[in-house]
């Protein structure tokens, strides 16, 4: 098999280690990514990065606050 990276765990398989990490973070409960916003935590970044979206959508980032700034600014390169 061309999965070499095998999860203790479970009987997971992973293409690469960084795939791996990613899956750990099911069994572990970890949620590294905090939304600045609201405070909403998620295990994968991009999960994090779909979530500001809905702030951006809502208006919300119309707050008067530094962080805004650099959510649009990741809202205009994705």
């Not at 939304?35 to 702030?55: A, D, E, Y």
């Amino acid at each position: 098999s061309d999965r070499k990276f095998q999860c203790l765990d479970c009987s997971y398989a992973a293409l690469s280690n960084a795939d791996l990490k990613k899956h750990l973070l099911i069994h572990t409960g970890e949620r590294p990514h905090v939304c600045s916003i609201c405070g909403q935590r998620f295990s994968i970044k991009g999960n994090l990065k779909r979530h500001i979206v809905t702030h951006w959508r809502d208006n919300l980032y119309l707050q008067f606050s530094f962080n805004c700034y650099s959510y649009i600014y990741i809202l205009c390169i994705y």
